[in-house]
């Protein structure tokens, strides 16, 4: 079926206002709906049962909202207290495009929330807010450390964002080099992953994406690259937030009270509007110039295929799965 | 042959007072011995006469320290007036580190500097004054973007330091999954490389270093993941600063004009140094917890293998090519 992003924001808010989300319910659904909008499914409508699964677990608090609780320089600190995740990130963020616009620099540390679902979220927040902006966040233990088979790190991302008028430019990477999301969408089409995504049992790498949902050993982006930024993503997290590190995530029964943070940068500030788009159009346009090893394809800045995505579903309505759709009328 | 790290500082110290470094000489010339103090002579010794022939070329002007040019908010812009890349660079991470312990964070913008040679230098600067830091630079286009053959991003470091009693951690990554130093080692002792690390003449994927240095299409790390994050750093670096892009540097007779950004963050204003520190045990005792791929072989925190090496050189001395050696004695 498809939906329209209106129609699918309400049906979404109507449940979450059913949940407790209260006047929050519109905010959250539209995070939920725009990342449908975006074909980001997994952490779209995808996820949005067990978000409310979550909430009647206890995981989720729906009527919690962040509290400032300290201000360290230009950092300041904020606690989640377990509310809804993509609520907290989205009211943080929006603390740190006021900093920066006040300051320049803003840096929000939030501790104590939940998943975020879609950290680009709160980059093309910012983005569309005339900022930069640099987020990341912990996760429980999901990926083995570089020379280790158990997972003992997170796949931490990391998202950059650059406005930009000719189109945002926005980088959502997690530090796993695919998504357990992408490796149980290949393996149920039968396919291969197009580069080695993990080890099998055997401890050899391999395309086969069910041998690596087997063993758990999925491979970090960049081999002990990935791995060693995991680790430190996750202690900025913790020394910035004072909140809990992934090994502490990982004592828990639910993936909750993680560490987040948004740090955001005014290019007015630093440039003024001319100035700042004439750099980003020049790097962009020198970027894309490199001689194609597809001359049919062409060479995407991050966050290019989200816009094409999204202004065909804008046109033509979001395409959602019959069976996810029924589950989530039946919450 | 081997060397001590006072007498081999003191000898390039003697070269560049000749070379017009002045009263910056011994500063400069540590910069480049604990490089190799530390194992990575590709980016100390083995790049000194370079540096050299660079200020007698007058790409590096060495008389010249960085100034500054604005402060907007917690960030300071300097320009670096083509003086010493590795000079500029330590002064303003010296700044940085100056701004975090009185405010909590502070960033240093540096255009218009030379190559800074090992990024890591800055990180354990930071570190050994007790400091957390981000810090990255852009370079000339020396990498193809993803869906590209031809070079026209860098492969920009970036690097991130976290103090710790117990040992410093500090991750010094480029973008690109292998340098061409390394290339040009493994090549020169007939090895392949342990993954692919680019393609050859026909496009293939390639553990062939020779393949890869006569294509020049070396791999990102992590394939799309590295290539738009080295996108993200240059357009970062270029905005923070109001200096020149990767795309704007590879039209210089030479690689200089660079960007670079310095981000400190004082964690005892954060937390206090009993808390930090037991954080930071905490989250590396849990990473090297996992099992590992192989018992006999740890599992080891960005910096750790460099603690070992600069322990050794500093009890052994530090082995030099006489090659190099006497090359850097006939400048």
């Known amino acids: ?26 905010r959250t659904a539209a995070i939920f709906a725009k990342s449908s909008l975006d074909g980001y499914h997994s952490h779209g409508v995808n996820r949005f049962a067990e978000f409310v699964k979550n909430i009647r677990k206890g995981v989720i608090h729906p009527d919690k909202q962040p509290i400032k609780t300290d201000t360290l320089g230009p950092i300041e600190r904020w606690n989640g207290q377990k509310g809804p995740g993509p609520l907290n990130a989205s ?31 709160y980059g093309w927040q910012a983005a569309e807010a005339g900022c930069m902006a640099i987020c990341f966040t912990n996760t429980m233990p999901n990926m083995p450390p570089w020379g280790g088979k158990s997972p003992t790190t997170g796949n931490n991302p990391l998202i950059i964002a650059i406005p930009r008028a000719a189109g945002n430019v926005v980088l959502d990477m997690s530090l796993s080099q695919f998504s357990y999301g992408k490796m149980y969408q290949t393996r149920l089409a039968g396919k291969e992953l197009p580069f080695a995504g993990g080890y099998d049992e055997e401890g050899n790498l391999t395309k086969d994406p069910g041998a690596i ?22 202690m900025l997290a913790t020394l910035l937030t004072a909140g809990k590190s992934t090994s502490e995530i990982g004592l828990l029964n639910a993936e909750s009270e993680l560490s987040q943070v948004f740090l955001c940068i005014d290019p007015l500030r630093l440039n003024g509007k001319e100035q700042h788009e004439a750099w980003c ?14 001359p049919d394809q062409g060479i995407q800045y991050p966050g290019e295929a989200t816009h094409q995505r999204r202004k065909r579903h804008l046109e033509d309505g979001i395409p959602i799965n019959d069976e996810i759709w029924s589950g989530i009328l039946a919450l």
Chains 1, 2 share one sequence.
Do not use: P
């Open 1 to 26: 079926m498809k939906i329209s992003f209106k129609e699918l924001t309400d049906s979404l808010a109507e449940i979450l206002v059913q949940e407790g989300l209260g006047e929050n319910s519109g």
């Open 213 to 234: 949902i087997e063993s758990r050993r999925i491979l970090q982006t960049g081999y002990w690259k990935g791995s060693g930024l995991s680790l430190m993503i996750d």
């Open 281 to 294: 159009d020049q790097i962009i346009t020198h970027f894309q110039s490199a001689d194609r090893v597809d």
């Open 91 to 121: 009211i943080c963020m929006d603390r740190a495009i006021s900093l920066a616009k006040e300051h320049t620099l803003g840096c929000v540390a939030l501790s104590n929330s939940n998943h975020w679902m879609r950290g680009g979220s």
